[in-house]
């Protein structure tokens, strides 16, 4: 086993689209932080068996997979009775499914608009509200949503739906703050730029150089942002969106 820190000691987490880089980096993260139960919910079995492979073969933290499709309401509350039957309860929920894509707007027609909210916010919204039940009868949670560089500067390439998608999770993210505030619920949202995962490997435009940093992104350098706001190093900060880019956008 490697040495863990303890910021997460004894906590159980809900991290969904878990096999992906930025995901897969989070789950990894928390149990090399102590998390105690994580569960891997995605709709990749094969990916997120791996994930929990890898961290049950390092760590001392028991995963399990809950295969999930956000954009199914069914498999959302199913996803967060397995929790509470499996762990007894829930301390911290990260929002990481979602899909993209690179759509002209005259591609994005009414069915595809739907069906990319249907995952991205409107999936990550029933998570939350899900979540919220649980942790305002606990007066304890931590929660946090993953939007994106596009949701703040209008995207690059991707589509308008997704950029909309993106922008409607930091609003989200501010009102649930507001509202699971008094019940000593943190809720954040974190916005990185360009990140080197399997979901980007098409976005061939990019260019390193155009960073102040002068380099892509890893999926770590997104996961160690999501620990801190996941741990009590982050207890007075809630309704935050925390860029991660490289300097690419500055606010």
Partial sequence: MMEENKDLKNRIAIITGASGGIGSAAAVDFAKNGASGIIIADIDKEKALNVISNIENSFSCKCIFVHTNIGNVQDIENLFETAVAEFKTLDILVNCAGVTNTFSIDEVNPQQWDKLMSINLRGTYLCCREAFKIMRANNYGKIINISSISGRIGGYVTGIDYVTSKGGIIAMTMSLAKIAGPFNINVNAVAPGF?????????????????????????????????????????????????????????
């Fill in 195 to 251: 990140i080197d995962t399997e979901m980007t490997k098409d976005f061939t435009h990019f260019n390193p150089e155009t960073v102040p940093l002068r380099r892509i992104g890893k999926p770590q350098d997104v996961a160690s942002v999501i620990t801190f706001l996941a741990s009590e190093k982050s207890s007075y900060i809630t309704g935050a969106t925390i860029d991660i880019n490289g300097g690419t956008f500055m606010s």
